[in-house]
């Protein structure tokens, strides 16, 4: 193994993460020679695919059975990722994915292989112009910028199954249309094609009413403990709705990002908005589906919880009138933890496909 360290996204230049120095940095069995580390692989197989546009690629990087999760539904197969990877370029032609950052764990092996499972948490920042037909419409001409975070399961060289949140609700109101309006359409489009997204996700929906995060106390050293931070941050605050526990998890300073482009500082800025948005959710249950954690410049730790939310919308306000409808939300946190506090959350879901739930359920 070479003597470099393992890669860190967030604090490498992109000339040296797209041409990395020295051999192997890590064991990476089932995977080929020339990625120096999982982020490496992570990294370069997005830029090969997007950047170079060889969205062939699809078709070598990501397992042929493949399963992607998106709360509008899943994509199977690795043939459709290519088809949906080609649509996404002719909306958005001079799309751009830059990586600002990748946090991952080795995971024990899965059934198929003997080889490890490695999981990412991979933040984007897309740059793009509407130049073509979206499913949202006709070419709009308007500059968008947006957050991803794709969580990808990879082993033997391949993507075999992808959570993937991306913030639609920003994308919607920079190429100038109202969220909520767009979700009627939407609604109305699916009730059309036979889609019921409720539906759907009524076996998601029951797994987190079955199974949700118990209460758990905040640990002494959350850098150490990343799991017990992520169990007692989201049973506490999302679970329990303990607003008086905010400023033990949140740094008073805390930079935070939530979909549609709601940015907040401090957290009573980002406790504002968690209560006026559970508040239309007001029985929601909280289950943790994957954590993942890398070091950040010594004391600081990155971490990316996986989650999901259910519960039933009988509250007025941030949805709209109550419809009685099931909710469910598949959604993917970054946390960046310095002396026991989040300093930095960027936490996204897809809050367009939620809202054609709801509308769905007034047709």
């Known amino acids: 193994m070479a003597k470099f360290p393992i890669t860190h996204v967030a604090t490498t230049d992109l000339s040296e993460l797209l041409h990395p120095l020295g051999g192997q940095r890590m064991d990476l069995p089932g995977f080929d020679k020339e990625f120096v580390d999982f982020p490496d692989y992570i990294v370069r197989i997005t830029d090969r695919i997007w950047h170079e546009r060889n969205v062939e690629l699809c078709l070598k990087y990501y397992a042929e059975d493949s399963l992607i999760h998106t709360q509008g539904g899943q994509i199977r197969g690795a043939q459709t990722v290519v088809d949906n990877t080609h649509a996404t370029l002719e909306a958005f032609p001079d799309r751009v994915l830059d990586p600002d950052n990748v946090i991952w764990s080795k ?74 309006q767009m979700a009627q359409k939407l609604a109305k489009e699916d009730r059309d094609a036979g889609i019921d997204l409720i539906r759907h996700h009524a076996e998601n929906h029951a797994t987190v009413l079955d199974a949700p995060v118990r209460l758990t106390e905040k640990p002494e050293t959350p850098e150490k403990k990343p799991y017990a931070f992520a169990k007692s941050f989201f049973s506490q605050i999302w679970g329990a709705k303990d607003w008086s526990k905010l400023a033990e998890f949140y740094d008073f300073r805390v930079d935070a990002t939530y979909p549609g482009e709601r940015l907040f500082y401090g957290h009573d800025q980002v406790g504002e908005f968690m209560q006026e948005m559970l508040a239309a959710i007001p029985d929601a249950q909280i289950k943790i589906e994957h954590v993942a954690d890398i070091p950040y410049l010594g004391i600081a730790r990155d971490i990316a919880v996986r989650w999901s939310l259910a519960g039933t919308h009988t509250g007025d306000g941030f949805y709209g009138k109550a419809t009685g409808a099931n909710i469910y939300i598949m959604g993917v946190s970054q946390f960046r933890i310095i002396n026991g506090r989040i300093h930095e959350d960027v936490t996204i879901w897809d809050d367009v496909a939620v809202r054609r739930m709801i509308e769905n359920a007034r047709l």
């Not at 419409?137 to 968008?144: I, L």
């Not at 033997?156 to 109202?178: K, P, S």
Request: proline residues 7%; contains cysteine.
């Open 107 to 180: 995971d024990a092996p899965q059934p198929g292989s003997d080889n490890p499972v490695f999981y990412s948490s991979h933040l984007i920042t897309s740059k793009m112009t509407n130049l073509g037909p979206s499913e949202f419409g006709p070419a709009t001409g308007r500059k968008v910028k947006v957050i991803t975070i794709a969580d990808c399961a990879c082993r033997d060289n391949v993507v075999f199954e992808e959570w993937l949140v991306r913030d639609y609700a920003t994308v919607v109101q920079q190429m100038g249309f109202v969220v909520d």
